[in-house]
């Protein structure tokens, strides 16, 4: 039986961006009635199985890393929260600290798993180590909970799970022999950012703590940006990225016609052949936008987001981020970081758009999802991650950083900005 799993490249490159993030991702799900404690743990047990990746240790080693996988036992992952009252203080608290955990890669498992109950509700948490798996993944992985659940509390066999290469060369599988060599020598990638605008953080300091701050849009605007974005011929993703880039002016006072770089996150499950026969792992490129705004006319920015993804998704997308990446992994692991370093840089303003989350896919048998709720990895300063989603019909934006008081409330005006900037869109108001 094998007891080893190779590192592959995007494991290898979130374990370097420590200096960055806490890599957890973070997920809390809210359901209408009471999870059964034995059919999740059964559920839990088998899919875990089916992942070894997520009880396995990352083994750094200067030549090749590997993640030696472990025993599962899943006791050391599932853990049970139970209160009397559905808002009692020491719950909140138990589940805080779970969230903000950090798991190391060292560690024997990557994913916790806590089931809140009370008496009217259930929430299931999740944290998982992004060296695993991206948002996309964790999406697919909670939906293959929901099935083996289903299957449990029926009582009928358990589903089969499909576990394949967590190799990012199957990003290559779905693309002419043409491209995919195109792509192989396309260097000019993800590299420096081209225009080196901040967030207007506070100096880092000691006192700098993991915060988590979220806002919510409603159906009925949600259905007016989407409407209206289909009257004007945008997307939504470029409308999201258009009010993002509209509220980081505003909150951070940068001058008209000083462009600023913001890196979005894509999808790569596009371009792979068979995506089912993948195992759990990142499939992620990276788009950088050097936009510009002019002036207070969100109708204007949103022209020029427009234009500017235009050029981009026109131009070879050539799997960004990929093959300059690639080529830092042919030197051995303890000098790859330098070598990795001098070609790629983290992105210090990103989008991460989820997308459109079915809350059917969400199920716990006959429980219907509530609410969801989902978080990037906390982002050290300079960086800053806006996270957007769809779920139970709203639209949601979530930022995890390292802070602290005035970094929350610079972070809370940046929500305000993008609700005015929402607004003024929705109203036909030709100012911001």
């Not at 099935?147 to 358990?158: D, E, H, P, Q, R």
């Not at 300063?381 to 008081?405: E, Q, R, V």
Request: aromatic share 8%; net charge positive.
């Amino acid at each position: 039986m094998r007891n080893r799993l190779k590192a592959e490249l995007w494991d290898k490159l979130h374990y370097f961006l420590n200096e960055s993030t806490d890599r957890m991702i973070r997920v809390q799900l809210w359901y209408n009635g009471q999870i059964d404690i034995d059919t999740i743990q059964k559920a839990l047990r088998h899919l875990v199985q089916q992942h070894p990746v997520l009880h396995s240790s990352f083994c750094y080693r200067s030549l090749i890393p590997y993640w030696k996988i472990n025993p599962l036992s899943i006791h050391e992952i599932f853990t049970l929260i139970e209160s009397k009252t559905s808002d009692d203080n020491e719950t909140a608290q138990k589940k805080e600290q779970f969230l903000m955990q950090i798991i190391p890669p060292e560690s024997k498992n990557q994913l916790k798993i806590a089931l809140i109950k009370s008496p009217k509700t259930n929430q299931l948490c999740l944290v998982i180590n992004h060296m695993c798996t991206d948002g996309i993944g964790v999406i697919n992985f909670l939906n293959q909970l929901s099935v083996c659940y289903c299957n449990a509390k029926l009582g009928i066999s358990m589903p089969e799970i499909k576990y394949g290469s967590r190799s990012h060369h199957k990003i290559y599988s779905g693309i002419s022999f043409a491209k995919k060599t195109a792509s192989m020598f396309l260097l000019k990638n993800i590299t420096h950012i081209k225009a080196k605008k901040t967030f207007a953080y506070t100096p880092k300091t000691s006192n700098d703590k993991a915060l988590i701050q979220s806002i919510t849009i409603n159906e009925n605007d949600l259905s007016n940006i989407q409407i209206k974005g289909r009257e004007m011929g945008v997307t939504l993703n470029d409308l999201l990225l258009s009010f993002y880039t509209h509220a980081l002016h505003k909150t951070c006072h940068h001058s008209n016609n000083q462009p600023v770089t913001i890196t979005c996150m894509a999808n790569n499950r596009r371009h792979i052949k068979h995506p089912e026969t993948i195992g759990l792992t990142n499939h992620v490129g990276l788009i950088q936008y050097k936009i510009n705004v002019r002036d207070e006319n969100i109708l204007h920015t949103i022209k020029n987001v427009s234009e500017t993804t235009r050029k981009e998704k026109n131009r070879f997308f050539g799997l960004k981020g990929i093959p300059l990446l690639w080529l830092g992994y042919l030197m051995p692991f303890g000098i790859a970081k330098r070598g990795t370093k001098a070609w790629f840089t983290n992105p210090v303003l990103a989008l991460s758009n989820l997308g459109a989350i079915d809350e059917e896919h969400l199920k716990m048998g006959e429980l219907n999802l509530k609410h969801g709720w989902f978080s990037t990895p906390v982002q050290y300063k300079p960086h800053l991650t806006l996270l957007a989603y769809k779920i139970c019909h709203s639209l949601h934006f979530t930022i995890a950083f390292k802070g602290n008081k005035k970094d929350e409330e610079t972070i809370q005006e940046l929500f305000k900005n993008i609700k005015k900037s929402i607004n003024k869109f929705i109203s036909d108001d030709k100012t911001a």
